[in-house]
């Protein structure tokens, strides 16, 4: 997923505190600084309030209302005085997260099509925030482009006038603020235990978490009683607050409406991870080719070889603070029409050879094809490969990893791993080669951590919300690559530029000619 950092701020008593980025695409880095507005979310609205410009924010009081981040980075974990701060801060979080996940409107309104719930931002101040009369007058009076603060003011003249966010004393940041429900087979225990464990909430939203960094453990829980038993319904509610100014254009109508990191969003990676944990259980490995054979050890090890590389690979285009690298652009001799981007990334370490510097090539384009034939194209194996054999990974069919043998055209035959996966919000292709020693230790059972992973792919996102129009899609190409010759970590020989510029480029023209017949 090619989307902005975001801080997730969940607040949960009797537990370790994680600061958590979402995930952030190479390319997203532009100077507007338009920000959504979601304090009055009536998709009919085109006051200032609902404007793209509004920089309102509803969970922000005009007085003393604190944001759990800022009161977690700004005080010692340490202190005791400070430690039932947070906890009463996190207590009240959760009384207010169940309240807000039970009451219907006005509180949650249906936005386009009515397949997203969008929060009330007057309504939430309203029964949440520290809200008086003047400042309900104030959001009246801008609901309804009434822009005069007293009798006396010129409406023509608005020179004078302040920005808005100076007016309501609110803090220039976006408010994600949706809720979703849905079916989730697991239970109540292994979704609290997902959420409390930094490295399974990593592993579990790769395409939407980037980075989980605890910032300390408040009290240690005890088990207060069982949670056996299938939990049904799962009412997911995200309401923070993110900077999304350096968010690319072609990614901000997405951002903006809640799509990218949105409720409906997290509940589909979770259901993801719940089918994930489900295919870990089942022994059964499907084979096309009579000659390949797959033992039932070697299930679980090609799973989680196949998600150390998906994880890597959102890592790998992300432009969270772990990647100390900037992206850089193509120099200009090599620069062609498409706006590729690469950064260096870690060493490759093999036993024997000496280590080798890894580099990643990325770019972000929009077509105007929906994204469910975006994936089948891209995922279809008898169009480029054969498939030896594969796991199911979820309930539709093109939800797999597989294992895979490529033929090129000087006759060489190269095994790969691939995941395909795809649901309402997003999907991805990911593959990455494996060497037949290697591979035949995976199918085996052999230990997943030892096989070298250089992850490619594609990750692809509707590029704007149901109920908007024709719904394309945003394609987020990336290729890793090392080579023995990137003689210095900061370096990147021209050669090596051109040959990847070259197999991007490629790669775009060919998918543009499948569905673009001017092209």
Same mark, same amino acid.
């Given at each position: 997923m090619n989307d902005n950092d975001q801080d997730d701020e969940d607040d949960v008593s009797g537990s370790g505190e994680y600061e958590a980025d979402d995930e952030d695409h190479h390319d997203e880095g532009s100077d507007n600084e338009d920000s959504d507005s979601l304090l009055v979310n009536n998709p009919d609205d085109q006051s200032e309030l609902n404007s793209p410009d509004s920089y309102s924010s509803p969970n922000v009081s005009v007085h003393h209302m604190q944001r759990a981040s800022d009161l977690l980075m700004a005080v010692s974990l340490g202190s005791e005085p400070n430690k039932s701060r947070i906890i009463k801060q996190a207590t009240d979080s959760m009384e207010e997260l169940v309240k807000m996940a039970t009451t219907g409107e006005p509180l949650w309104q249906r936005r386009g099509t009515g397949e997203m719930e969008i929060l009330n931002g007057l309504q939430y101040l309203r029964q949440f925030g520290s809200f008086d009369s003047t400042m309900e007058a104030i959001i009246k009076m801008v609901e309804n482009g009434e822009h005069q603060l007293s009798p006396n *003011?010129?409406?023509?003249?608005?020179?004078?006038?302040?920005?808005?966010?100076?007016?309501?004393? +609110?803090?220039?940041?976006?408010?994600?603020?949706?809720?979703? +429900?849905? +079916?989730?087979?697991?239970?109540? &225990?292994?979704?609290?235990?997902?959420?409390?464990?930094?490295?399974?909430? @990593?592993?579990? +939203?790769?395409?939407? %978490?980037?980075?989980?960094?605890?910032l300390g453990i408040l009290q240690h829980g005890v088990?207060?009683?069982?949670?056996?038993?299938?939990?049904?319904? %799962?009412?997911?509610?995200? *309401? /923070?607050? &993110?900077?999304?100014?350096? /968010? *690319?254009?072609? !990614?901000?109508?997405? %951002?903006?409406?809640?799509?990218? !990191?949105?409720?409906?969003?997290? %509940?589909?990676?979770?259901?993801?991870? @719940? *089918?994930?944990t489900e295919a870990l259980m089942d022994q059964r490995i499907i084979t096309r080719d009579p000659a390949a054979f797959f033992p039932r050890a070697g299930r679980n090890s090609l799973l989680r070889v196949a998600e150390r590389m998906t994880g890597g690979f959102f890592k790998n285009i992300s432009s969270c603070s772990d990647n100390a690298n900037a992206w850089l652009p193509l120099p200009a001799p090599i620069s062609g029409n498409e706006d590729i981007r690469f950064r260096i990334g870690d060493l490759l370490i093999l036993p024997g050879r000496d280590p080798s510097s890894t580099v990643i090539f990325t770019t972000s384009l929009q077509l105007p094809v929906p994204p469910k034939i975006l994936f089948d194209f891209l995922a279809d194996y008898r169009m480029r490969e054969k498939e030896l054999g594969y796991v199911r990974t979820g309930e539709i069919p093109e939800n797999k990893v597989s294992v895979l043998q490529v033929k090129f055209a000087n006759a060489i035959e190269i095994l790969y791993i691939q995941e395909n996966f795809a649901d309402p919000t997003g999907s991805h292709v990911v593959f990455a080669p494996v060497d037949t020693p290697a591979m035949i230790s995976i199918v085996n059972g052999g230990n997943p951590e030892l096989a070298t992973i250089l992850p490619s792919g594609f990750s692809i996102l509707p590029d704007k919300a149901p109920g908007n129009g024709p719904v394309g899609s945003i394609l987020t190409i990336a290729f890793k690559t090392a080579d023995n010759n990137l003689s210095s970590e900061n370096y990147v020989p021209t050669e090596v530029l051109r040959t990847m510029d070259g197999v991007l480029t490629t790669t775009i023209h060919k998918i543009r000619k499948a569905f673009l017949a001017d092209d």
């Open positions: *003011h010129d409406p023509l003249d608005n020179q004078n006038m302040p920005p808005l966010a100076t007016i309501l004393a +609110f803090e220039p940041l976006h408010i994600e603020a949706t809720r979703e +429900f849905g +079916f989730v087979n697991a239970t109540a &225990s292994t979704i609290v235990k997902l959420f409390m464990d930094m490295d399974l909430w @990593c592993n579990a +939203f790769p395409t939407i %978490v980037a980075r989980a960094t605890p088990p207060a009683g069982s949670y056996d038993g299938m939990l049904k319904v %799962v009412t997911w509610v995200e *309401h /923070v607050e &993110s900077d999304n100014k350096w /968010v *690319h254009p072609i !990614f901000k109508p997405i %951002v903006n409406s809640g799509l990218a !990191f949105g409720a409906q969003r997290w %509940v589909a990676m979770i259901n993801r991870h @719940c *089918h994930w």
